[in-house]
């Protein structure tokens, strides 16, 4: 969950609050009406996202300074043309009154990107998962499912969440990404083989072109995207019963030149001795 506050003028304020509690990601941990008295709050709760009214951006800069040290800023205005303070200010993103919710996630989105990019290159190698994990199966974390491998199917991703489709038609909800699923499943069993698609590599049912059948699907598709098919062909002909070349022996020309040469021969013999006459009726 991306912790958020926000700052500004009651009716952004308000909209904003609304936004961060609807949208599964992101948790509201506070927020102050026009300028703060005191920036102490922040210090102490340390949010990981702070939306800030443009106005606070000259006036409050040591403070923002100090801000910058633990969370990302969003700067909310009502004209694009202090655009460009704002980035000279290090602000995450710009938005622009009346502020969509469309475009409300595409700044949590740059934010979960960067933190994605940030943490690659901090932890080591993630775990990687034997026979079940845990997934988080509501928005605000409560629920934890166990989930074992061999009864998954296939995950799909759906817009900021993946869907994890299980063996007779079961189906669960969790706010990882498919990056996170990827680094976490053992290569030797599972296989992104789409943008949106990673598939449990024991239940394929069969293979024909660009489509994927697994068990249980007899109408679904899952289709081989074009940057995952190299990878994923090469790893499935490492399973692939190939056949013998040395079972089927072929006569070479010479070979098949002298086998003619000995048949005329024998038939010229019979020819002398008679028998080939007696043979045949001759």
């Not at 026009?34 to 949010?47: D, L, R």
């Not at 009502?78 to 993103?93: I, P």
């Not at 079972?247 to 086998?259: D, G, H, N, V």
């Amino acid at each position: 969950m991306i912790e958020c506050y926000v700052i500004g003028e009651i009716s952004t304020v308000e909209l904003l609050c609304d936004y961060i509690d609807s949208y599964p990601l992101t948790k509201l941990k506070g927020f102050t009406f026009n300028a703060p008295e005191s920036f102490s709050p922040i210090f102490s709760i340390k949010p990981e996202m702070i939306f800030l009214d443009d106005a606070l951006l000259k006036s409050y800069e040591p403070w923002l300074a100090r801000i910058r040290q633990f969370a990302s800023i969003i700067i909310v205005s009502n004209s694009a043309l202090k655009a460009f303070d704002a980035f000279e200010n290090y602000a995450l993103d710009y938005l622009l009154k009346p502020l969509p919710y469309e475009r409300f996630i595409m700044s949590i989105n740059k934010y979960n990107h960067l933190a994605e990019l940030a943490r690659g290159m901090k932890l080591p190698l993630r775990h990687k998962i034997k026979d079940s994990f845990f997934i988080k199966a509501d928005s605000k974390g409560l629920k934890e499912i166990r989930i074992k491998c061999d009864k998954l199917l296939y995950i799909e991703a759906l817009q900021n969440y993946v869907i994890l489709h299980m063996e007779e038609g079961i189906s669960y909800t969790c706010y990882n990404t498919m990056k996170e699923m990827e680094d976490s499943l053992p290569e030797s069993e599972f296989s992104r083989v789409h943008k949106s698609f990673i598939i449990n590599d024991d239940k394929i049912v069969s293979i024909e072109g660009n489509t994927i059948t697994l068990h249980g699907m007899d109408k679904a598709r899952i289709i081989i995207g074009n940057a995952y098919k190299k990878a994923f062909l090469e790893k499935k002909n490492r399973s692939m019963i190939k056949k013998d070349k040395q079972t089927i022996q072929l006569l070479r020309p010479p070979k098949i030149a002298l086998s003619l040469s000995f048949f005329c021969l024998v038939i010229l013999a019979a020819i002398e001795k008679g028998i080939l006459e007696t043979c045949i009726g001759i």
